[in-house]
Every structure is written in structure tokens, then in C-alpha cells.
């Protein structure tokens, strides 16, 4: 700003959010909703609701100067359609560009009949509704055809003068087969597709639509949608790999470790190769193909139907309006209905000569024009009057726009010595938004509420430089606006890599808090293999051999389970190997009893060793009884003196008078264990016992 008081650009600035926040409330009171479209479940209802206001505003008694305004609408209108009979308004490049005039052309040849197609922002047609404005412009037009009427969204209206076309159920189906995001385009087409049917199809496809118990699913995503796409993604991307890595292996220990698992004789080199090799692999091949796969999955590149505006779209609307002011300082949008009748222009022109004038005065340009979601501008009136300036060569002066549609009145001075920011920030409400009886009216009063304007004009403190504002706010970029980005740019894609990473953690947390239950309740039938602190009491002289079969069994699961090939030393893996040998190719049920003791000795060892115990000797009275303490001359039979050199447990060692009946016998015979000839290399460590059974094994 060249110059312009105490308060600055920035607080204009502010001032302009401020005003366009309380815009949106009162726009928001005034339609009691909740934004310009209404989508998802209640789009039908929004609708029906629509035309009931219509249909109340028909039986408010218009006006002269509001039937005038139509009469001048319509008649611009017929003219437009007398030079091409597809009229694609100018004021929607961000949703239905002018140039997709030509696709309207080749759709509307296919009807059958002639056919003229307006498309028209959705408040054109002001109070009455758009049969009317159909009719009206049939009157001027003076041709028969189907007249059909569009706006930003779909077909809302088409009659048939002279001849003979399902116009309203072709309406009818057009507006209940498509989603709301469909677009005019998609719309018409469907429109036209009924139309070419006949009546009869058109009837019964109308009844079918009206009957249909849910309504179409929406053709396009938005910018949230794609943001939890992206978010799903970066979940999969690491989630998934991380789940394998760490739950695979997690899986695999408590399957051979639970209670009840079958014994498994295999060694761990299978199942150190999957872990170091194969599993890794598997997790990064999930991760690729995710990553490639996602895209062509979540393949939308677009949020809405629109066609990409040119730049001639982007330029139309505001070179007419430009033209137009060039000639008049009033301009009315012809394709709306006219706020103004000619004694209030002819008053507006003499009292802008008279500032012109006046001191510190200069041109006003007065622009009525609606500002829409779907113009250039983005319905950002100080854009559109900053593109209007620049197009007029930057004339100065005071550019005011005043929507027919809403009834808002801006006001931006441009290069004249008066108060800018009193003009923009303390414009009263009266003026810039109306009263209760300014929105009440078909012209919002728009013609008292400028001559107001006029006399604050007047009244604005002159400052003494002339005063420009800063460059408007940017508005959204209109060509690339509905473009999604792609998975990997949006912003939630980061978020979900990280999450991805909790989840596969949370997963695996409670995974193991499950299987932990399920080894809990395990256990009460199948328990675990006893301590070695406890085997000595436990442990009978006399087994039978369906106990030592249930205790091999549970032994041998307990040593596979906790066996790890890739940690396993010298000791460890040779036990592991003997007690494998002796089951090998066989059924625990079909082991005699003393292979039987020997695979549990063995297996008992190995998990020792595994566990870090150095012992090389079992108990030489019972070897069930677990690792030895040291050796002693030792009784073994009541009815004789001989002893023998026999390592002892702890137990035996405290009491050596029991020995004797703690002697361990095989059934069903009762022999003793060291008679056996596979047992017999027992008492002299467990790698005699394991070279013993290799022998046996190898010899048969």
C-alpha cells in the first residue's frame, strides 16, 4: 500500500479473513446449511428440499421490476442459443469449463429432436424455477425443441415444446442413477441415453430409479480419503514386513515349546536357513510388492469430474465483464436476473459522475456479478475485482462487487486519497450484507443498498496520498485444484510408516500375551518336564513303561524346543544327536523300556548342557533321578555285601541305607537297569551313554 494511515497492510489483511468468516456464517444461517454442496447420504433429500423452496417461491407474488429482470435474462439467453443451441455459461470454469461446449453438442445431437442445453450456475434462475426460465426463453427463442437446463451438478430441468420427449423421467433418472459427484457432463449424457429410448424405457427405468432402495456409490475420492489411503499404505509398507520378521519366528518357538506339541526330530539347520535367509526375504519381497501394488489398487488421480480448465476459461467471464465496464460503469451479469432496473443505473451513473468529480473522488466501476465457488476466482471477490483492474489496464478507482445472488457488496479503492481500510473494515452490515428485508427481496435491495454506498463514498476521510491495497491472497490454483496426490506424496504416508512399525510391535504383544494363555491352559494337560531338583523325589524304582514313555515323550519335546542349532557347543549337540538316533524311524510306543530311559537320560542331559550345566554324570542308582554329586563304594542289594562305584544324586547320597530299594528296575521283569546292555554305560557318564547307543544303532 503507497500510503494509508496508522493501521497498515497487515491489519487490512486481518480484516479481510475477518470479514470472510463472518460471510461464511451468515451465507450458512441464510441457507441453513452447512456449506455450497450437500453430498453422502442426505443428497437426495438436500434436493427435494431445494425444489420445495421453489416451489414456494412460486407462489410469492413477483414484482414488476422482478418479472422485467427475468424478461432480460431470458431474452440474452435466447439470443445466445439462436447463435448456438448449447450455451455453456462462463462463470463455472473450475467445474464445467466453456470449452466442453462441443461435448455438449455431440451428446445433444443424439436425442432425436432438436435440442437446446443451458448450463447455468445453480442461482440463476433467482425466485422462479427453471421450467420457467425454460419457457421464457422458448417464448423469445421461438423454436420448438427439448429445452434442457443444467447446472454445476446435473440436469435439474427439461421440457419438450412441440415435440414428443420423456423429459422429466429422463430428469428423473438422470438425477437418481448418479451419484452426486457425477458432474453436468456425466449427467446429461445419461439424460440424452433416456431421451434416445423412448418413453416406454424411459417410464419404467424412471419407476426403477425412484424405487431403488440405495443410492449410487460416489465415483470419486477426496483429499481425505486419499490421506487415509495413504496412511493404509505406509501401514502395509512396513507393518506387514515387520509382522513376519517378528511374529513368524515367535510363532514357530511356541508351537514346539507348548504343551502337547508332537516331538520333532529334526536338527534346527532347516529352520536356521528360514530365519536367516528366507524369512528376511519373504518380509522385503511383502514390503516391494505392497509398495508396487498400492498404486494400481488406490489408482484415482482426480476428486471430482471436472475437466481441467483452459486458459480461455479461466479468462472469459472476467474479459466480458472487463468489456463491459469499458463501455458503462455499471455492468450487470446478463446470465442472472437484473438487481437493478434502469431508473436505479441511471441514478448509480449520475451520483458516480458527481464523486468523480468531487475532491479526492475518481471513478467507480460497479460490477454485479456472481462469485462462485466454481468461478476463476474461487468466489474471492478481491481476486476477481483485482483480475477486472488488470484487464482495464489498471485503471483506478473504486471497484465495488455486488452479487445479484447472495446480496454481499465489496468495495476495493484502488489509487484514490480515500480511508482504504474504513472501506473494507467498517463497511456497515446495512451495506455489505443487508438486512432481514434485503435477503427477503428478489433483488436483495441491492439498488438502495449501492446508493448508500454512494453517499459513504462521499462521506470517506480523503487521505493525503493515494491508497492501493496489497496483492490479494492467491486463490486455489484452479488447473490442478481436484488433482489427488499420489500415495507416497500425501501427508499421511509418513505417519502410517511410522504406525506401521507400532502396529507390527502391538501385534506381536498381543500374540504373545494369547499364546501365553493358551500355554497356560496347556499345561494343566500336558505338564511340563519336572526340575532337576525335584526328579530325585519323584521319580520310581519301578516305572512302568506307559510312564516312561510319557516322560521320554514330554522329555524329548522339552529338548527340541529349547535346542538352537546355531548356539548349540560340542556336548550339547552330541546328546541332542543320541537321543534323536534312538527314536529315529520309530514310535515311542515301540521302544523297549531301557531305550526308553535312555532317551530320557539323554534328552535331560542335553537340556542341561543347554542350560549351561557342566554335569557329565547321572545318578548311578536311578539315572531318572537326574544329575549326580560325586561317587561312592555303594550297596546296591540288601541280600549281598558287594558294592560298586557308583555316582550318586544328592538324595542317595543323604541316605545310602535306602539305596538298595531306590535301585532303578526295568520292567516288566524288574532287571536291573546296568544288566541291560544298552544301559550298562549308564553309571560311566552320558558320553559313554551316548557312544553306546551309536554303536547299537550303527550295528543294526
Known amino acids: 500500500m503507497t500510503a494509508g494511515g496508522e493501521r497498515g497492510l497487515p491489519a487490512m489483511r486481518a480484516a479481510r479473513v475477518d470479514r470472510t468468516r463472518q460471510r461464511v456464517e451468515r451465507t450458512r444461517q441464510r441457507v441453513g446449511g452447512t456449506g455450497r454442496r450437500v453430498g453422502g447420504t442426505g443428497r437426495r433429500g438436500a434436493r427435494l428440499l431445494g425444489g420445495l423452496a421453489v416451489l414456494l417461491a412460486l407462489f410469492a407474488t413477483a414484482t414488476p421490476s422482478a418479472r422485467a429482470a427475468a424478461d432480460t435474462q431470458a431474452a440474452y439467453l435466447a439470443e445466445r442459443l439462436r447463435a448456438d443451441p448449447v450455451y455453456v455459461t462462463d462463470q463455472l470454469p473450475r467445474e464445467i469449463p466453456k470449452s466442453t461446449t462441443p461435448s455438449f453438442e455431440r451428446l445433444a445431437h443424439r436425442t432425436g429432436v432438436p435440442t437446446y442445453v443451458l448450463v447455468l450456475p445453480s442461482g440463476a434462475t433467482g425466485t422462479s424455477d427453471g421450467e420457467a426460465l425454460l419457457g421464457a426463453v422458448h417464448d423469445r427463442l421461438g423454436e420448438d425443441g427439448l429445452y434442457v437446463l443444467l447446472d454445476d451438478s446435473t440436469v435439474t430441468d427439461a421440457t419438450a415444446y412441440g415435440v414428443s420427449a420423456p423429459a422429466d423421467d429422463a430428469v428423473t433418472?438422470?438425477?437418481?442413477?448418479?451419484?452426486?459427484?457425477?458432474?453436468?457432463?456425466?449427467?446429461?449424457?445419461?439424460?440424452?441415453?433416456?431421451?434416445?429410448?423412448?418413453?416406454?424405457?424411459?417410464?419404467?427405468?424412471?419407476?426403477?430409479?425412484?424405487?431403488?432402495?440405495?443410492?449410487?456409490?460416489?465415483?470419486?475420492?477426496?483429499?481425505?480419503?486419499?490421506?487415509?489411503?495413504?496412511?493404509?499404505?505406509?501401514?502395509?509398507?512396513?507393518?506387514?514386513?515387520?509382522?513376519?520378521?517378528?511374529?513368524?519366528?515367535?510363532?514357530?518357538?511356541?508351537?514346539?515349546?507348548?504343551?502337547?506339541?508332537?516331538?520333532?526330530?529334526?536338527?534346527?539347520?532347516?529352520?536356521?536357513?528360514?530365519?536367516?535367509?528366507?524369512?528376511?526375504?519373504?518380509?522385503?519381497?511383502?514390503g516391494l510388492a505392497i509398495a508396487v501394488t498400492a498404486p494400481h489398487v488406490f489408482d484415482e488421480t482426480t476428486s471430482s469430474a471436472s475437466p481441467r480448465p483452459r486458459a480461455i476459461d479461466l479468462n472469459a467471464r472476467i474479459d466480458r465483464v472487463a468489456e463491459g465496464l469499458a463501455r458503462d460503469a455499471v455492468y450487470q451479469d446478463p446470465e442472472s436476473p437484473r438487481a437493478l432496473d434502469e431508473a436505479q443505473v441511471e441514478r448509480l451513473r449520475t451520483r458516480i459522475e458527481a464523486f468523480g468529480r468531487s475532491e479526492g473522488g475518481g471513478p467507480v466501476?460497479?460490477?454485479?456479478?456472481?462469485?462462485?465457488?466454481?468461478?476463476?476466482?474461487?468466489?474471492?471477490?478481491?481476486?476477481?475485482?483485482?483480475?477486472?483492474?488488470?484487464?482495464?489496464?489498471?485503471?483506478?478507482?473504486?471497484?465495488?462487487?455486488?452479487?445479484?445472488?447472495?446480496?454481499?457488496?465489496?468495495?476495493?479503492?484502488?489509487?484514490?486519497?480515500?480511508?482504504?481500510?474504513?472501506?473494507?473494515?467498517?463497511?456497515?452490515?446495512?451495506?455489505?450484507?443487508?438486512?432481514?428485508?434485503?435477503?427477503?427481496?428478489?433483488?436483495?435491495?441491492?439498488?438502495?443498498?449501492?446508493d448508500s454506498l454512494m453517499t459513504l463514498l462521499d462521506r470517506t476521510e480523503r487521505t493525503d496520498e493515494p491508497t492501493t491495497p496489497g496483492d490479494p491472497y492467491p486463490v486455489t490454483d484452479p488447473v490442478h485444484e481436484d488433482d489427488l496426490?499420489?500415495?507416497?506424496?500425501?501427508?499421511?504416508?509418513?505417519?502410517?510408516?511410522?504406525?506401521?512399525?507400532?502396529?507390527?510391535?502391538?501385534?506381536?504383544?498381543l500374540?504373545?500375551?494369547?499364546?501365553?494363555?493358551?500355554?497356560?491352559?496347556?499345561?494343566?494337560?500336558?505338564?511340563?518336564?519336572?526340575?532337576?531338583?525335584?526328579?530325585?523325589?519323584?521319580?520310581?524304582?519301578?516305572?512302568?513303561?506307559?510312564?516312561?514313555?510319557?516322560?521320554?515323550?514330554?522329555?524329548?519335546?522339552?529338548?527340541?524346543a529349547e535346542f538352537d542349532e546355531e548356539t548349540a557347543d560340542t556336548r550339547t549337540r552330541n546328546r541332542y544327536d543320541a537321543a534323536i538316533l534312538l527314536v529315529h524311524g520309530e514310535e515311542l510306543d515301540d521302544l523297549a523300556p531301557a531305550a526308553l530311559v535312555a532317551v530320557i537320560v539323554l534328552a535331560r542331559a542335553?537340556?542341561?548342557?543347554?542350560?549351561?550345566?557342566?554335569?557329565?554324570?547321572?545318578?548311578?542308582?536311578?539315572?531318572?533321578?537326574?544329575?549326580?554329586?560325586?561317587?561312592?563304594?555303594?550297596?546296591?542289594?540288601?541280600?549281598?555285601?558287594?558294592?560298586?562305584?557308583?555316582?550318586?544324586?544328592?538324595?542317595?547320597?543323604?541316605?545310602?541305607h535306602r539305596i538298595p530299594a531306590r535301585l532303578l528296575r526295568l520292567p516288566p521283569d524288574g532287571?536291573?537297569?546296568?544288566?541291560?546292555?544298552?544301559?550298562?554305560?549308564?553309571?560311566?557318564?552320558?558320553?559313554?551313554?551316548?557312544?553306546?547307543?551309536?554303536?547299537?544303532?550303527?550295528?543294526?
Open 365 to 450: 466501476r460497479l460490477l454485479l456479478v456472481p462469485q462462485l465457488y466454481e468461478d476463476e476466482s474461487g468466489a474471492d471477490e478481491e481476486n476477481f475485482a483485482y483480475a477486472v483492474r488488470d484487464k482495464l489496464d489498471g485503471e483506478d478507482g473504486v471497484y465495488v462487487v455486488a452479487d445479484p445472488l447472495s446480496g454481499y457488496i465489496d468495495v476495493f479503492n484502488y489509487g484514490l486519497a480515500l480511508d482504504s481500510y474504513s472501506l473494507l473494515f467498517d463497511l456497515p452490515e446495512s451495506i455489505s450484507y443487508g438486512d432481514d428485508k434485503a435477503d427477503a427481496a428478489d433483488d436483495h435491495r441491492l439498488g438502495e443498498r449501492l
Open 173 to 286: 433418472v438422470a438425477f437418481y442413477e448418479l451419484p452426486y459427484d457425477a458432474g453436468p457432463l456425466r449427467s446429461f449424457e445419461r439424460f440424452v441415453d433416456v431421451v434416445a429410448g423412448g418413453a416406454e424405457k424411459a417410464a419404467a427405468r424412471a419407476r426403477a430409479a425412484r424405487d431403488a432402495d440405495s443410492e449410487p456409490a460416489d465415483l470419486y475420492i477426496g483429499p481425505t480419503d486419499r490421506d487415509n489411503q495413504a496412511f493404509l499404505t505406509g501401514l502395509a509398507i512396513t507393518g506387514a514386513p515387520l509382522t513376519l520378521v517378528l511374529l513368524v519366528p515367535y510363532v514357530r518357538r511356541w508351537r514346539r515349546r507348548r504343551p502337547g506339541a508332537p516331538v520333532s526330530l529334526k536338527k534346527g539347520t532347516a529352520h536356521s536357513r528360514w530365519t536367516k535367509l528366507a524369512l528376511p526375504t519373504a518380509a522385503v519381497a511383502t
Open 511 to 560: 500374540t504373545a500375551a494369547a499364546l501365553g494363555v493358551t500355554r497356560r491352559l496347556g499345561l494343566r494337560r500336558h505338564p511340563a518336564p519336572l526340575t532337576a531338583s525335584a526328579l530325585p523325589l519323584s521319580s520310581p524304582a519301578e516305572p512302568a513303561e506307559s510312564y516312561l514313555r510319557a516322560t521320554a515323550r514330554s522329555e524329548l519335546r522339552a529338548m527340541t
Open 671 to 700: 532287571t536291573p537297569y546296568y544288566e541291560d546292555e544298552l544301559l550298562s554305560a549308564t553309571p560311566d557318564g552320558f558320553t559313554k551313554l551316548g557312544r553306546r547307543v551309536r554303536e547299537a544303532t550303527y550295528a543294526e
Open 606 to 656: 542335553a537340556r542341561a548342557a543347554t542350560a549351561g550345566d557342566d554335569s557329565t554324570l547321572c545318578c548311578g542308582v536311578n539315572p531318572l533321578h537326574g544329575p549326580a554329586r560325586t561317587s561312592r563304594h555303594v550297596r546296591v542289594s540288601a541280600g549281598s555285601t558287594r558294592r560298586r562305584m557308583l555316582p550318586l544324586c544328592p538324595v542317595c547320597l543323604d541316605d545310602p
Open 485 to 509: 496426490p499420489s500415495l507416497y506424496a500425501a501427508d499421511d504416508f509418513t505417519p502410517g510408516l511410522v504406525m506401521g512399525t507400532f502396529a507390527a510391535a502391538a501385534l506381536l504383544g
